[in-house]
């Protein structure tokens, strides 16, 4: 007969944690005027550890001859933090409910430092499940932690990550000017990173210029050491600006104006390309940034809602949409109130719209290359369609309704009260709901009317 009497044991040690009876080692944790005496047991320490087994059998904790202890100096470790790591090698315990952010963090480090490598996990994981607002809070403290430990592998992936589909809690502020330039050149090379790449641009001659107080912002007053002093600043960061993503007329007047910082021969490789036809680049060759700023679709259907708009094949474009989808208006975020859909939406061009119909997997939307207003009339388009689609990778079953040629005049209807709304109601969006009527307009997606949606999105629809 085997009895297990674990829980004896843990709690004899949660009671030799309390009472530090015996103890044999003093730690002096934290840093002048804070520090403060702890005590503990060595062979607890080396028991537990690697990283203490190591530091009490060399001449890091040396013996005090009075006491018989291991006098054992942490300066880099506050005494919270160092009472968590012990509580934790005595009693497998941690609580990190309620601690402030700061205190997390330290306990990342310090963890990471004594090898306590399920502590540190442990740690990553509370961490991260909180990830944006963490970032909201205190972006750069973070980013430069996470860049600087290897060991935060999944925390500097999820802030990536985060930033990259919420780009503002970095860079709507100036606080991103303070970027070590090794987190900057991380957030560049991130391929997720959305925004466009000319406002990439503006950002990063903004961190250039912070950088040294003697550069001005407007760059028409540089002279020659003014460039050159740039130039060698952002030296390490421009490789990695997708150049060839830039428009021509933003390159014009946002690159253009700094082209003194640039190396010769990727200015020239920027400018054939621009010029001539089907040019491939020859520098600063990348990837384009693959992304939808969406919580309802990716890239994928970018893809194939660009075929559909060239009227091509549904599996058309593989690699990249000729088109960039710009995030104009959410439900869930800008409220679904038909007034705010046109104060987002009017006057915008092209644009598609997707909805999610609720407790399913169903996207519904349309496209139209017409502008959104409020003049109470009828729109024509010859391009303009409807689609509903559940699985991507059966592209049989995606349905797509394209306007009847009967009925070009009538394409989408623009009313002040209501959301978006193509044909006769073919295809309603009203608030959080979709309404649906098969009057002939559009072929039938099999939209059911009156379907309550999860979320909204519409995107304007921008060709590269």
Same mark, same amino acid.
């Given at each position: 007969?085997?009895?297990?009497?674990?829980?004896?044991?843990?709690?004899?040690?949660?009671?030799?944690?309390?009472?530090?009876?015996?103890?044999?080692?003093?730690?002096?944790?934290?840093?002048?005027?804070?520090?403060?005496?702890?005590?503990?047991?060595?062979?607890?320490?080396?028991?537990?550890?690697?990283?203490?087994?190591?530091?009490?059998?060399?001449?890091?904790?040396?013996?005090?001859?009075?006491?018989?202890?291991?006098?054992?100096?942490?300066?880099?470790?506050?005494?919270?933090?160092?009472?968590?790591?012990?509580?934790?090698?005595?009693?497998?315990?941690?609580?990190?409910?309620?601690?402030?952010?700061?205190?997390?963090?330290?306990?990342?480090?310090?963890?990471?430092?004594?090898?306590?490598?399920?502590?540190?996990?442990?740690?990553?994981?509370?961490?991260?499940?909180?990830?944006?607002?963490?970032?909201?809070?205190?972006?750069?403290?973070?980013?430069?932690?996470?860049?600087?430990?290897?060991?935060?592998?999944?925390?500097?992936?999820?802030?990536?990550?985060?930033?990259?589909?919420?780009?503002?809690?970095?860079?709507?502020?100036?606080?991103?000017?303070?970027?070590?330039?090794?987190?900057?050149?991380?957030?560049?090379?991130?391929?997720?990173?959305?925004?466009?790449?000319?406002?990439?641009?503006?950002?990063?001659?903004?961190?250039?210029?912070?950088?040294?107080?003697?550069?001005?912002?407007?760059?028409?007053?540089?002279?020659?050491?003014?460039?050159?002093?740039?130039?060698?600043?952002?030296?390490?960061?421009?490789?990695?600006?997708?150049?060839?993503?830039?428009?021509?007329?933003?390159?014009?007047?946002?690159?253009?104006?700094?082209?003194?910082?640039?190396?010769?021969?990727?200015?020239?490789?920027?400018?054939?390309?621009?010029?001539?036809?089907?040019?491939?680049?020859?520098?600063?060759?990348?990837?384009?940034?693959?992304?939808?700023?969406?919580?309802?679709?990716?890239?994928?259907?970018? *893809? +194939? !809602?660009?075929?559909?708009? #060239?009227?091509?094949? @549904?599996?058309?474009?593989?690699? =990249?949409?000729?088109? &960039?989808?710009? *995030? +104009? !208006?959410?439900?869930?975020? #800008?409220?679904?109130? @038909?007034?705010?859909?046109?104060? =987002?939406?009017?006057? &915008?061009?092209?644009?598609?719209?997707?909805?999610?119909?609720?407790?399913?997997?169903?996207?519904?939307?349309?496209?139209?290359?017409?502008?959104?207003?409020?003049?109470?009339?009828?729109?024509?388009?010859?391009?303009?369609?409807?689609?509903?689609?559940?699985?991507?990778?059966?592209?049989?079953?995606?349905?797509?309704?394209?306007?009847?040629?009967?009925?070009?005049?009538?394409?989408?209807?623009?009313?002040?009260?209501?959301?978006?709304?193509?044909?006769?109601?073919?295809?309603?969006?009203?608030?959080?709901?979709?309404?649906?009527?098969?009057?002939?307009?559009?072929?039938?997606?099999?939209?059911?009317?009156?379907?309550?949606?999860?979320?909204?999105?519409?995107?304007?629809?921008?060709?590269?």
């Amino acid at each position: 007969m085997t009895s297990n009497f674990l829980a004896d044991i843990a709690e004899d040690y949660k009671q030799l944690y309390e009472t530090r009876e015996n103890y044999d080692v003093i730690i002096y944790a934290g840093e002048k005027p804070n520090a403060e005496e702890i005590q503990a047991h060595s062979l607890v320490l080396r028991t537990r550890s690697a990283y203490f087994r190591g530091a009490l059998a060399s001449s890091w904790a040396a013996k005090d001859k009075d006491s018989g202890c291991f006098i054992f100096n942490k300066p880099n470790v506050s005494p919270p933090v160092f009472e968590y790591i012990l509580k934790y090698l005595y009693c497998g315990e941690i609580i990190l409910r309620n601690q402030d952010r700061e205190t997390i963090l330290e306990l990342l480090v310090a963890s990471d430092e004594f090898g306590l490598t399920k502590l540190n996990d442990y740690v990553q994981q509370y961490f991260g499940e909180n990830i944006k607002t963490h970032l909201s809070q205190n972006p750069i403290d973070i980013l430069h932690l996470v860049a600087q430990h290897d060991a935060f592998d999944e925390i500097r992936k999820l802030s990536l990550e985060t930033i990259g589909t919420n780009p503002d809690i970095l860079f709507n502020s100036n606080k991103y000017l303070s970027l070590n330039e090794d987190v900057l050149i991380l957030i560049l090379k991130h391929d997720e990173l959305e925004m466009e790449e000319s406002e990439i641009w503006e950002r990063l001659i903004k961190w250039g210029i912070a950088q040294n107080t003697g550069l001005k912002d407007d760059v028409t007053g540089f002279n020659q050491d003014d460039f050159e002093l740039l130039e060698k600043t952002l030296q390490k960061c421009i490789q990695y600006i997708r150049f060839h993503e830039i428009s021509m007329p933003d390159f014009y007047h946002k690159v253009l104006p700094y082209m003194h910082i640039l190396p010769n021969n990727l200015f020239n490789d920027i400018l054939r390309c621009y010029m001539v036809p089907n040019s491939v680049p020859l520098y600063n060759v990348f990837p384009p940034r693959n992304t939808v700023n969406s919580i309802l679709i990716n890239i994928s259907h970018a *893809l +194939l !809602f660009a075929s559909w708009i #060239d009227k091509k094949n @549904n599996d058309h474009y593989k690699d =990249k949409p000729p088109y &960039k989808f710009v *995030l +104009l !208006f959410r439900g869930s975020r #800008d409220g679904f109130q @038909n007034n705010i859909f046109h104060e =987002k939406c009017d006057q &915008k061009g092209a644009t598609i719209v997707v909805a999610k119909i609720q407790n399913s997997n169903k996207l519904v939307g349309g496209y139209t290359p017409v502008d959104w207003d409020t003049s109470s009339q009828n729109k024509s388009s010859a391009d303009s369609f409807i689609f509903s689609l559940s699985d991507l990778t059966n592209l049989s079953k995606v349905k797509l309704g394209r306007i009847s040629s009967s009925y070009y005049s009538y394409a989408m209807y623009c009313y002040n009260n209501n959301g978006p709304n193509f044909g006769s109601g073919d295809l309603h969006f009203n608030g959080t709901f979709v309404n649906a009527n098969v009057n002939g307009y559009y072929s039938s997606v099999g939209i059911s009317n009156g379907s309550q949606i999860e979320d909204y999105e519409v995107f304007q629809v921008i060709k590269r």
